[in-house]
């Protein structure tokens, strides 16, 4: 049983912000005020004999809301866990803010099969930390011709299914895939780039690529694809989900596609909205990103779409890899992002500090929102909801460090920095799993 005092609530699912007192018992949230509780309210809510049963925690100056739903993460296991695994990534995820992850299937072996899924979801259940959601393939082994057994997938615990890492090239694929999918009620999430202008590619096409001589991307890559897929979700009445968009031509279909009616979502990453293509630096491949950084005047469309509901969400899009994997040349080292721990923080201080975006609409994008989308029952701190909460800082400051990293990839842009706005103490299903910043729950 749980008393939290003083905070600041922050849940768009309620349209909620302001002061108030949050009581907990047996997982779920029991008691909602904006008034504080008097002691014998908690008692009678709670059904305890006496307060020494109850645990107690004043939040004052800091804001409570619920736990962040990361709708795009790569945890790598199983097969890469030189990179990242099943708990160093939930861990991650946590000291980060978020409570429930949709983990992708580009895994060695691929989660293509309904034994894979459930391995994924008990290895997140053993780590006991953040929920964790198996994505399962589209196509067996990611080769884009056969489709998977989506409704045993789904039955094993998939709430979604993707190729991510490879967009699915042949239309007749997608097509179909769109059709089945709607035998299980989940979304496609689309990986779209067209594999024949994208190809070699090591940044976005421009002036940028032209100056550091790399070969470039062209924008096109993945707004043929998101075009496609709008236009075979309408015909088809599937559910579509666009995965990392990063360029005004997306932002604009996405738009049209939902004046028209169609069952399309699209997320956005947060390292989009913070780097362009001019802060790519040769000697530095964390910013070497899939889809890669935009153009200033695709950014621009990207938070213009964000904020006017075009975009749907956030998503870190976690992609951890080695150091000796990012240590090569800039055109050789793979693409991806190292983003639990540092996007919210990177968020805040870049744009909720500055008046860009309000609080209560962050975790409307990126807790209600992903949560309505693939049918979690997360988002929210109603009475009888899970007690997935995190209690955030605004004003806490933290230098990033590899030691300060739980996740074992340390490819990220934040390396040496400074950042503003962390969580000090995560709960899943009631139960403490950071405290003061620091990990409690299994090693």
């Known amino acids: 049983m749980l008393w939290l005092k003083n905070v600041h609530l922050l849940d768009p699912g309620q349209g909620f912000s302001g002061p108030a007192s949050l009581l907990v018992k047996d997982g779920r949230i029991a008691g909602v005020s904006k008034q504080p509780f008097s002691e014998d309210e908690v008692l009678n809510i709670l059904g305890a004999a006496g307060l020494e049963e109850v645990s107690q925690v004043d939040g004052e100056g800091k804001y409570l809301f619920p736990g962040l739903v990361d709708g795009h993460v790569h945890l790598r296991e199983p097969g890469q866990e030189d990179k990242e695994d099943i708990n160093s990534g939930s861990r991650a995820a946590v000291k980060g803010g978020f409570t429930s992850v949709l983990a992708m299937a580009n895994t060695q072996p691929v989660v293509d099969t309904r034994a894979l899924v459930e391995f994924v979801r008990l290895q997140g259940e053993r780590a006991g930390?953040?929920?964790?959601?198996?994505?399962?393939?589209?196509?067996?082994?990611?080769?884009?011709?056969?489709?998977?057994?989506?409704?045993?997938?789904?039955?094993?615990?998939?709430?979604?299914?993707?190729?991510?890492?490879?967009?699915?090239?042949?239309?007749?694929?997608?097509?179909?895939?769109?059709?089945?999918?709607?035998?299980?009620?989940?979304?496609?999430?689309?990986?779209?780039?067209?594999?024949?202008?994208?190809?070699?590619?090591?940044?976005?096409?421009?002036?940028?690529?032209?100056?550091?001589?790399?070969?470039?991307?062209?924008?096109?890559?993945?707004?043929?694809?998101?075009?496609?897929?709008?236009?075979?979700?309408?015909?088809?009445?599937?559910?579509?989900?666009?995965?990392?968009?990063?360029?005004?031509?997306?932002?604009?279909?996405?738009?049209?596609?939902?004046?028209?009616?169609?069952?399309?979502?699209?997320?956005?990453?947060?390292?989009?909205?913070?780097?362009?293509?001019?802060?790519v630096q040769l000697t530095d491949t964390s910013y070497k990103v899939n889809p890669p950084l935009p153009s200033q005047e695709d950014q621009e469309a990207l938070l213009e779409g964000l904020l006017d509901g075009t975009i749907d969400m956030l998503a870190t899009d976690h992609a951890p890899h080695t150091w000796e994997e990012k240590m090569r040349p800039f055109a050789e080292a793979p693409f991806g992002i190292n983003g639990l721990e540092t996007a919210l923080a990177a968020l805040w201080q870049n744009f909720v500090i500055k008046g860009l975006i309000k609080p209560e609409k962050v975790i409307e994008l990126w807790s209600l929102r992903p949560a309505l989308r693939f049918g979690l029952e997360a988002g929210t701190l109603k009475i009888g909801a899970p007690a997935d909460m995190v209690l955030f800082d605004p004003n806490r400051r933290e230098t990033i460090t590899p030691q300060s990293l739980e996740s074992k990839a340390q490819n990220t842009p934040f390396l040496g920095k400074e950042l503003q706005g962390f969580p000090v103490m995560v709960w899943v299903g009631g139960k403490p799993v950071m405290e003061n910043r620091k990990i409690i729950g299994k090693d």
């Open 129 to 279: 930390l953040a929920r964790v959601y198996p994505v399962a393939a589209v196509t067996k082994g990611f080769q884009g011709k056969e489709l998977t057994e989506m409704v045993d997938l789904k039955e094993g615990g998939a709430v979604a299914f993707s190729d991510d890492g490879h967009g699915i090239q042949r239309a007749e694929t997608m097509r179909l895939a769109l059709e089945y999918a709607k035998l299980t009620g989940c979304p496609l999430i689309s990986h779209c780039e067209d594999d024949s202008l994208a190809a070699g590619g090591a940044m976005r096409r421009g002036k940028a690529c032209a100056r550091l001589g790399l070969k470039g991307i062209p924008a096109s890559a993945e707004s043929v694809m998101v075009a496609r897929d709008a236009l075979l979700a309408g015909e088809t009445g599937g559910k579509i989900h666009i995965a990392h968009v990063s360029t005004k031509e997306s932002v604009r279909i996405i738009r049209a596609a939902k004046k028209l009616g169609i069952d399309i979502s699209a997320e956005v990453n947060p390292h989009h909205l913070l780097f362009t293509d001019e802060d």
